[in-house]
């Protein structure tokens, strides 16, 4: 009785790994030319890869925030979850806020090089001063529109997408 779901591998001991185990090395990465270990790379466009930069965006951007009501684009025409979450909010603490002028409700504009977006704002104390966070997945103020193509993760292609440099300002 009840859902049935499928067997959880890794219960079983096995990971799909080539030792069948979990491997904080990586001999995959290592054949392949890469660091076998997890380490920190400092994002292409940082406060300290580029501080020239960092002076004009001296905001962090990171992108991709979830939305409980919604799994990536989907479900928006969801009547029922239109009216819980009716649009995107750019999250920011709310000293941050308060030092580019901006307060809870208000319309932020937030430019990258790349592009400039506008989104209704939510002030929270559960960023770190300093951070904005925008969520994927809507159309009009896409994340997409402020992120390069141009520098990518060395292993997985993956665009940088969760360490921005921003600057915010009211729309």
């Given at each position: 009785?009840?859902?049935?779901?499928?067997e959880?591998?890794y219960?079983?001991?096995k990971?799909?790994?080539?030792?069948?185990?979990?491997?904080?090395?990586?001999?995959?990465?290592?054949?392949?030319?890469?660091?076998?270990?997890p380490?920190h790379?400092?994002?292409?466009?940082?406060?300290?890869?580029?501080?020239?930069?960092?002076?004009?965006?001296?905001?962090?951007?990171t992108?991709?925030?979830?939305i409980?009501?919604?799994?990536?684009?989907?479900?928006?025409?969801?009547?029922?979850?239109?009216?819980?979450?009716?649009?995107?909010?750019?999250?920011?603490?709310?000293?941050?806020?308060?030092?580019?002028?901006?307060?809870?409700?208000?319309?932020?504009?937030?430019?990258?090089?790349?592009?400039?977006?506008?989104?209704?704002?939510?002030?929270?104390e559960?960023?770190?001063?300093?951070?904005?966070?925008?969520?994927?997945?809507?159309?009009?103020?896409?994340?997409?529109?402020?992120?390069?193509?141009?520098?990518?993760?060395?292993?997985?292609?993956?665009?940088?997408?969760?360490?921005?440099?921003?600057?915010?300002?009211?729309?």
């Amino acid at each position: 009785e009840g859902t049935y779901y499928a067997e959880i591998k890794y219960r079983q001991g096995k990971y799909r790994t080539p030792s069948g185990k979990i491997e904080l090395y990586s001999e995959t990465l290592a054949e392949n030319g890469y660091d076998p270990i997890p380490r920190h790379i400092e994002p292409t466009r940082s406060p300290l890869s580029t501080p020239e930069l960092y002076k004009k965006y001296p905001v962090i951007l990171t992108t991709g925030a979830r939305i409980p009501e919604y799994t990536h684009s989907q479900f928006r025409q969801v009547s029922s979850m239109q009216k819980r979450a009716p649009e995107p909010l750019a999250e920011i603490h709310p000293d941050t806020a308060k030092k580019y002028g901006v307060s809870d409700g208000d319309m932020m504009s937030v430019e990258t090089v790349k592009g400039k977006v506008d989104f209704k704002t939510r002030t929270t104390e559960a960023l770190l001063p300093g951070v904005v966070s925008i969520p994927h997945g809507w159309a009009k103020a896409n994340a997409n529109l402020l992120t390069e193509l141009d520098h990518r993760d060395p292993v997985t292609g993956y665009t940088e997408m969760k360490a921005l440099l921003c600057r915010v300002g009211k729309a």
